[in-house]
């Protein structure tokens, strides 16, 4: 069974930064795009940042700039570098890898903005 592993999430303060990182715990085979999302507390599960097998990117406007999402489609892990952290990006953060048949998906990282 394949499982998307995450880490790096915690607490940090406003303008802070943080490195999400996920890996495949078995492969997955002829991943087409990587991405990460986000959850806040009563709202919507929003995409943050997706990157495609060729290397295209995609960021959701309240985190260009701030947010860059990399990934290495040899060992199949996806990274969300973020910088200059809000309180507004608070939520609970998880991985996604889409191949053609499946989507895969993390259990989720919680990130925390505060001072």
């Known amino acids: 069974q394949v499982q998307l592993v995450e880490s790096g999430g915690g607490l940090v303060q406003p303008g802070g930064s943080l490195r999400l990182s996920c890996a495949a715990s078995k492969g997955i085979f002829s991943v087409n795009a990587m991405a990460w999302y986000r959850q806040a507390p009563g709202k919507q599960r929003e995409l943050v940042a997706r990157?495609?097998?060729?290397?295209?990117?995609n960021y959701a406007d309240s985190v260009k700039g701030r947010f860059t999402i990399s990934g290495d489609n040899a060992k199949k892990t996806v990274y969300l570098q973020m910088n200059s952290l809000k309180p507004e990006d608070t939520a609970v953060y998880s991985c996604?890898?889409?191949?053609?048949?499946?989507?895969?998906w993390g259990q989720g990282t919680q990130v925390t903005v505060s001072s």
């Open positions: 990157i495609t097998k060729g290397g295209i990117t």
């Open positions: 996604q890898m889409a191949t053609l048949m499946y989507y895969y």
